[in-house]
T-cell receptor
Framework: RKEVEQDPGPFNVPEGATVAFNCTYSNSASQSFFWYRQDCRKEPKLLMSVYSSGNEDGRFTAQLNRASQYISLLIRDSKLSDSATYLCVVNRVTGGGNKLTFGTGTQLKVEL | DGGITQSPKYLFRKEGQNVTLSCEQNLNHDAMYWYRQDPGQGLRLIYYSQIVNDFQKGDIAEGYSVSREKKESFPLTVTSAQKNPTAFYLC???????????FGQGTRLTVV
């Protein structure tokens, strides 16, 4: 089983829609969690960290469920510019430091 | 400007040659990482380092080597032992205390 799993999509949604992505992780020792955005042929960029209590940044809301070992990202009022691949990232502290493991990403296409 | 610099952006090599990819950061981050991304795939961890003169194998370290002689530098050598070296290589760094990783622009390596 992969350490971090995501539905690859693509999710094709109309502009203005609400879309949700889920991500599951297998190691219960994982300690911190993030969502990244990656545009085609570019480097990933941090979208938001995910806190235990859930957190919101404008149209984006992230949730963490430690008991079920999943993380979610909700995007409200989708814009064309939200089209990208969204990567779930899980951090686990090892003897050698922080080990950041990425999911394979979920592709979002927002259409007119 | 603070950031992470990877060079070169594009690199072509002949099969059987070792090649070293550069990664430098001036963010004063303790941790540095190397990932590989294949077309349509997620990021896979090659090596990571929390402190100078120490580094750990990631999930796909075979055929690669690294060094961490200075805090700001983490070069990756792709050796001739790596069977499928053609890929997009991404370097990242993060603070030790909260691992929000920041990426360089990546190096596209093509081995012919």
């Amino acid at each position: 089983r992969k350490e971090v799993e995501q539905d690859p999509g693509p999710f094709n949604v109309p502009e203005g829609a609400t879309v949700a992505f889920n991500c599951t992780y297998s190691n219960s020792a994982s300690q911190s969690f993030f969502w990244y955005r990656q545009d085609c042929r570019k480097e990933p960029k941090l979208l938001m960290s995910v806190y235990s209590s859930g957190n919101e940044d404008g149209r984006f809301t992230a949730q963490l469920n430690r008991a079920s070992q999943y993380i979610s990202l909700l995007i409200r009022d989708s814009k064309l510019s939200d089209s990208a691949t969204y990567l779930c990232v899980v951090n686990r502290v090892t003897g050698g430091g922080n080990k950041l493991t990425f999911g394979t990403g979920t592709q979002l296409k927002v259409e007119l | 400007d603070g950031g992470i610099t990877q060079s070169p952006k594009y690199l072509f090599r002949k099969e059987g040659q070792n090649v070293t990819l550069s990664c430098e950061q001036n963010l004063n981050h303790d941790a540095m990482y190397w990932y590989r991304q294949d077309p349509g795939q997620g990021l896979r961890l090659i090596y990571y380092s929390q402190i100078v003169n120490d580094f750990q194998k990631g999930d796909i370290a075979e055929g690669y080597s690294v060094s961490r002689e200075k805090k700001e530098s983490f070069p990756l050598t792709v050796t001739s032992a790596q069977k499928n070296p053609t890929a997009f290589y991404l370097c990242a760094s993060s603070p030790k205390t909260w691992p929000e990783a920041f990426f360089g622009q990546g190096t596209r390596l093509t081995v012919v």
